[in-house]
């Protein structure tokens, strides 16, 4: 990464934000939680190894090893440096791959059965993306950074409904709120927002998945994934903390440093400015 490229990002970022979010960025002195989340982009998350670390969905295995978490991780079929490598005799009828390094469809692969899955067309289509440089544009330079490797873990199901999808929002290790998402893989998607007291919270995004039509049931395990995302995001402003409950156990998903590459269009806006002021951005410890 060259200064070069720092500057070209900045200039896109600032032309972004003013487009998505509506006003001009201050990154000398930022103040709202996208300004916070560009800054932290730019002058800390790229330079920080352990951030580069736990936001790669392969190493970050160790981290949650080490915090003593390696129980909620979800079965790992193998990983490899390219395709080719891949043994399709060894893994199980049904499984996932995905690029450690990236997010989104076009880094994961949901395999269903894999004797109808074409092999050649994914490591055509692996190839190219491998070489993508997930994030550079807009100044996640983080995940350029990483080791790009293919993984395969277990295909999380729960009873043929659409597993739930947990995500903790998190500031210097305390919970603010969080998300409960379900049926994204199967396009029903649908999203709500909750305090720790299950509760409805008060947050709302441009453009949003719809509400479900039923509201969800907390989950039991409610207060040991409180536990794991306060633990997980401790000493660092901001990480969204993915997790999955399915059929009554606990799965890690992973560690987001920049949430919608921070360009989140919270309803109202003043929320932005809101949860920025959660994020101490001057004495960054993790």
């Given amino acids: 990464m060259h200064f070069c490229d720092v500057f070209r990002a900045r200039i896109r970022i600032k032309k972004k934000f003013i487009k998505k979010l509506g006003y001009l960025p201050n990154f000398k002195k930022p103040r709202s939680y996208c300004e916070k989340i560009q800054w932290l982009k730019l002058n800390h998350i790229n330079f920080d190894k352990r951030v580069i670390e736990r936001a790669d969905k392969y190493a970050v295995r160790n981290f949650l090893v080490e915090k003593g978490f390696g129980r909620y991780l979800v079965s790992l079929y193998g990983s490899w440096d390219k395709p080719e490598d891949i043994d399709w005799g060894k893994l199980p009828r049904k499984f996932i791959l995905k690029l450690n390094n990236g997010s989104g469809s076009k880094y994961l692969w949901f395999v269903k059965d894999k004797s ?35 993984i395969a873990e277990e295909y999380l199901e729960e009873n043929g409904r659409p597993i739930k999808d947990y995500k903790f929002y998190c500031f210097h290790g305390k919970i603010a709120f969080l998300s409960v998402e379900e049926g994204k893989r199967e396009g029903c998607h649908v999203r709500e927002y909750y305090n720790l007291k299950w509760e409805r919270n008060p947050v709302d995004f441009f453009n949003d998945v719809p509400r479900p039509s039923i509201p969800f049931v907390k989950p039991d395990g409610l207060q040991e994934m409180v536990h794991i995302a306060e633990t997980l995001s401790l000493g660092y402003p901001h990480i969204r903390v993915d997790l999955y409950y399915v059929n009554g156990a606990i799965y890690f998903g992973e560690l987001t440093y920049t949430p919608e590459n921070g360009f989140t269009q919270w309803k109202p806006q003043s929320l932005d400015f809101e949860y920025g002021k959660l994020m101490d951005i001057n004495n960054i410890t993790h």
């Fill in 116 to 150: 109808d899955f074409s092999i050649t067309e994914f490591e055509k289509n692996v190839r190219k993306t491998m070489l993508v440089k997930f994030g550079h544009r807009n100044g996640q330079f983080h995940y350029g950074k990483i080791s790009v490797k293919i």
